[in-house]
Protein backbone atom coordinates (compact mmCIF):
# COMPACT_ATOMS: atom_id res chain seq x y z
CA UNK A 1 0.00 0.00 0.00
CA UNK A 2 1.07 3.54 -1.04
CA UNK A 3 -0.08 6.63 0.34
CA UNK A 4 0.89 9.73 -1.77
CA UNK A 5 0.55 13.69 -1.27
CA UNK A 6 1.06 16.31 -3.85
CA UNK A 7 1.93 19.81 -3.15
CA UNK A 8 3.15 22.84 -4.85
CA UNK A 9 0.02 24.09 -6.33
CA UNK A 10 -0.94 27.50 -6.75
CA UNK A 11 -1.92 30.32 -8.91
CA UNK A 12 1.19 31.73 -11.56
CA UNK A 13 0.86 34.07 -14.60
CA UNK A 14 1.70 32.88 -17.97
CA UNK A 15 5.22 31.84 -18.85
CA UNK A 16 6.00 31.39 -14.95
CA UNK A 17 7.01 27.91 -13.16
CA UNK A 18 5.87 25.87 -10.40
CA UNK A 19 7.33 22.63 -9.03
CA UNK A 20 5.01 20.02 -7.94
CA UNK A 21 5.99 17.45 -5.19
CA UNK A 22 4.57 14.42 -4.68
CA UNK A 23 5.72 12.59 -1.18
CA UNK A 24 5.19 8.62 -1.02
CA UNK A 25 4.61 6.68 2.32
CA UNK A 26 6.19 2.98 2.83
CA UNK A 27 9.32 1.84 2.64
CA UNK A 28 9.32 0.43 -0.73
CA UNK A 29 9.01 3.57 -3.22
CA UNK A 30 11.83 2.97 -5.36
CA UNK A 31 10.24 -0.16 -6.18
CA UNK A 32 7.15 2.25 -8.08
CA UNK A 33 7.48 3.45 -11.45
CA UNK A 34 5.61 7.08 -10.99
CA UNK A 35 3.33 9.30 -13.10
CA UNK A 36 1.89 12.67 -13.25
CA UNK A 37 -1.32 13.25 -15.07
CA UNK A 38 -3.77 16.06 -14.77
CA UNK A 39 -7.60 16.99 -15.36
CA UNK A 40 -8.88 20.23 -16.75
CA UNK A 41 -12.70 20.85 -16.13
CA UNK A 42 -15.00 18.83 -18.52
CA UNK A 43 -12.15 16.93 -19.36
CA UNK A 44 -11.04 13.70 -19.07
CA UNK A 45 -8.04 12.68 -17.19
CA UNK A 46 -4.71 12.74 -19.41
CA UNK A 47 -1.14 11.93 -19.49
CA UNK A 48 1.82 14.36 -18.30
CA UNK A 49 4.68 12.26 -17.57
CA UNK A 50 6.33 9.24 -16.25
CA UNK A 51 9.52 8.04 -14.79
CA UNK A 52 11.05 4.53 -13.68
CA UNK A 53 11.99 3.25 -10.53
CA UNK A 54 15.78 4.08 -10.87
CA UNK A 55 15.34 7.22 -13.25
CA UNK A 56 16.73 5.56 -15.89
CA UNK A 57 13.24 6.10 -18.36
CA UNK A 58 11.32 9.23 -18.50
CA UNK A 59 8.75 9.94 -20.97
CA UNK A 60 6.32 12.87 -21.62
CA UNK A 61 3.25 14.15 -23.38
CA UNK A 62 3.53 16.02 -26.42
CA UNK A 63 1.73 19.27 -25.34
CA UNK A 64 4.32 19.69 -22.36
CA UNK A 65 7.70 18.14 -23.98
CA UNK A 66 10.37 20.66 -23.91
CA UNK A 67 9.00 22.55 -21.07
CA UNK A 68 7.95 19.83 -18.01
CA UNK A 69 10.54 18.17 -16.28
CA UNK A 70 9.84 14.83 -14.10
CA UNK A 71 12.24 13.71 -11.55
CA UNK A 72 12.34 12.00 -8.21
CA UNK A 73 14.57 11.00 -5.32
CA UNK A 74 13.97 7.35 -3.91
CA UNK A 75 15.91 8.58 -0.48
CA UNK A 76 12.98 11.13 -0.10
CA UNK A 77 10.21 9.12 -1.06
CA UNK A 78 9.44 12.10 -3.26
CA UNK A 79 8.73 12.46 -7.41
CA UNK A 80 8.80 16.08 -8.44
CA UNK A 81 7.10 17.52 -11.61
CA UNK A 82 9.37 20.90 -12.84
CA UNK A 83 6.77 22.85 -14.71
CA UNK A 84 8.13 26.03 -16.63
CA UNK A 85 6.98 28.46 -19.21
CA UNK A 86 3.24 27.71 -18.17
CA UNK A 87 0.93 28.18 -20.37
CA UNK A 88 -2.74 29.04 -19.62
CA UNK A 89 -3.86 25.29 -21.05
CA UNK A 90 -1.96 23.65 -18.67
CA UNK A 91 -4.44 24.76 -16.13
CA UNK A 92 -6.03 21.85 -14.11
CA UNK A 93 -5.66 19.32 -11.17
CA UNK A 94 -2.43 17.73 -11.49
CA UNK A 95 -2.75 14.22 -9.66
CA UNK A 96 0.80 12.15 -9.03
CA UNK A 97 0.52 8.00 -9.45
CA UNK A 98 2.48 5.01 -8.37
CA UNK A 99 2.86 1.96 -10.66
CA UNK A 100 3.51 -1.55 -9.21
CA UNK A 101 6.47 -2.57 -11.34
CA UNK A 102 9.83 -1.06 -12.90
CA UNK A 103 7.96 -0.15 -16.50
CA UNK A 104 6.64 3.37 -17.26
CA UNK A 105 3.12 3.89 -18.07
CA UNK A 106 1.24 6.34 -20.32
CA UNK A 107 -2.62 5.16 -19.23
CA UNK A 108 -3.91 5.67 -15.90
CA UNK A 109 -5.64 2.25 -15.72
CA UNK A 110 -1.67 1.15 -15.92
CA UNK A 111 -1.03 3.20 -12.30
CA UNK A 112 -2.33 1.28 -8.71
CA UNK A 113 -2.10 4.14 -6.64
CA UNK A 114 -2.92 7.83 -6.83
CA UNK A 115 -2.85 10.67 -5.08
CA UNK A 116 -5.81 13.70 -4.04
CA UNK A 117 -4.38 16.12 -6.67
CA UNK A 118 -3.43 19.81 -6.40
CA UNK A 119 -4.57 22.87 -8.42
CA UNK A 120 -2.66 24.28 -11.02
CA UNK A 121 -3.88 27.47 -12.57
CA UNK A 122 -2.25 29.54 -14.94
CA UNK A 123 -3.30 33.30 -15.85
CA UNK A 124 -3.02 34.55 -19.22
Known amino acids: QVELVESGGGLVQAGGSLRLSCAASGRTFSTYSMGWFRQAPGKEREFVAA????????YYADSVKGRFTISRDNAKNTVYLQMNSLKPEDTAVYYC?????????????????WGQGTQVTVSS
Open 97 to 113: AARTGRGIATMAVGYDY
Open 51 to 58: ISWNSGNT
